[in-house]
């Protein structure tokens, strides 16, 4: 890109040195033949002979001292021109020197030329790239106005579709309003009716508590006579027992272990409550709706797998209590008044997995109660 001409290297030492030696040894000629010719013209003059000898000895002295100042001011040009010639040559080193560093500073401004050139370049070739980014970006903006201009429109058109639904709307809303006021003027004579009926009601349903409480304040005399009874029927040697309310048969004395089928010991336990029921029947008043609740219940071990005769304890216990309804009703109580349960592992007398608690748990309760 530069194009630069730089010095070539001369050595002007060399003729310097011969020039200035030629000259002193001229200018020692020509003084060599003035004296020559001065002493010759002297000597050859009589008159002034021996004068003009002294004065050429004088003058040959003169000359020779000249001469030696001379050789003496060689010497010394000699020596300056030796330390000019170092200067000189440090001097074309340092040129050399500066010559490269402008080198390098040229290379380097051309190397920042060059990438200044290239980013331009890139610069160019971006702008491009925005304008083009920025044209495409109004075209967008074109679309979106008019985008947003239909927008508007259809929206403004919705409004109005809106606002006369909204009147329409309203105008049912009317409609509706009146129908509903109807509608609650109806509800509060209907409620009103419902006050009327509810006091009526309640006061049914009092006099049907109060005579169930009479009820039971009745057959509280025949639940002491059903227990004592039951209790004499089955004799002092019967693992049967009282427990408040209700009447407490074992499993084991009616039925085999795993089974709902009542033994032959059982039925006999059975036949003489089934006595004591049946007096019961005729001795408490028709007036009063009594039953015998028949629940069983069974201990917390599992039913074993395969069986196929009942699937958990939960269905043991309703098959016992069932086995005992129908040897009762075989035996002449009314069926409608025995109503059989059953509870599985569900209401265990004592917690534990101990052999007594077990058995304690197996059991058919018979409790005397009002329906």
């Known amino acids: 890109m530069f194009n630069f001409r730089f010095r070539e290297k001369t050595n002007t030492w060399p003729a310097f040195v011969d020039l200035f030696s030629n000259l002193v040894i001229i200018l020692i000629f020509l003084l060599i033949v003035f004296v020559f010719l001065w002493t010759t013209t002297s000597v050859f003059n009589k008159s002034t002979g021996v004068k003009t000898i002294a004065e050429l000895k004088q003058t040959n002295a003169e000359q020779t001292a000249r001469i030696r100042q001379m050789e003496a001011d060689e010497e010394e040009a000699t020596r300056l021109l030796i330390?000019?010639?170092?200067?000189?040559?440090?001097?074309?080193?340092?040129?050399?020197?500066?010559?490269?560093?402008?080198?390098?500073?040229?290379?380097?401004?051309?190397?920042?030329?060059?990438?200044?050139?290239?980013?331009?370049?890139?610069?160019?070739?971006?702008?491009?790239?925005?304008?083009?980014?920025?044209?495409?970006?109004k075209v967008a903006q074109r679309e979106l106005a008019?985008?947003?201009?239909?927008?508007?429109?259809?929206?403004?058109?919705?409004?109005?579709?809106?606002a006369a639904k909204l009147e329409q709307y309203d105008e049912e809303y009317k409609e509706e309003l009146e129908k509903l006021t109807d509608a609650l003027a109806v509800a509060e004579k209907s409620v009103k009716e419902q006050e009327v009926r509810y006091v009526e009601m309640s006061t049914r349903l009092n006099k049907a508590l109060a005579d169930k409480v009479a009820e039971l304040e009745a057959l509280k005399e025949y639940q002491s006579d059903f227990y004592r009874a039951i209790k004499t029927a089955l004799g002092k040697t019967s693992s049967v027992?009282?427990?408040?309310?209700?009447?407490?048969?074992?499993?084991?004395i009616l039925f085999q272990t795993g089974s709902y089928k009542l033994s032959a010991e059982g039925k006999n336990q059975i036949r003489l409550?089934?006595?004591?029921?049946?007096?019961?029947?005729?001795?408490?008043?028709?007036?009063?709706?009594?039953?015998?609740?028949?629940?069983g219940h069974t201990d917390s071990r599992p039913v074993v797998p395969g069986n196929r005769a009942y699937a958990d304890n939960m269905q043991l216990s309703i098959l016992r209590a069932r086995a005992v309804m129908n040897e009762l009703i075989r035996d002449g109580v009314s069926a409608r008044r025995l109503v059989p349960s059953g509870f599985g592992d569900m209401h265990p007398i004592k917690l534990g997995t101990d052999k007594e608690s077990m058995q304690k748990n197996r059991r058919i309760e018979l409790k005397l109660t009002n329906k």
């Open 83 to 137: 330390q000019a010639r170092a200067r000189l040559e440090s001097a074309e080193t340092d040129l050399n020197a500066k010559d490269l560093s402008i080198v390098d500073l040229i290379t380097a401004y051309e190397n920042q030329v060059n990438d200044l050139q290239a980013k331009d370049e890139v610069t160019k070739q971006q702008m491009e790239e925005m304008a083009a980014q920025l044209e495409a970006s």
């Open 273 to 295: 409550i089934s006595n004591v029921i049946k007096n019961l029947e005729d001795i408490i008043p028709e007036d009063i709706n009594w039953i015998i609740r028949i629940d």
């Open 146 to 162: 008019d985008n947003l201009a239909k927008k508007q429109a259809e929206l403004q058109e919705t409004v109005k579709l809106q």
């Open 241 to 252: 027992q009282e427990d408040g309310d209700r009447f407490i048969v074992p499993s084991d």
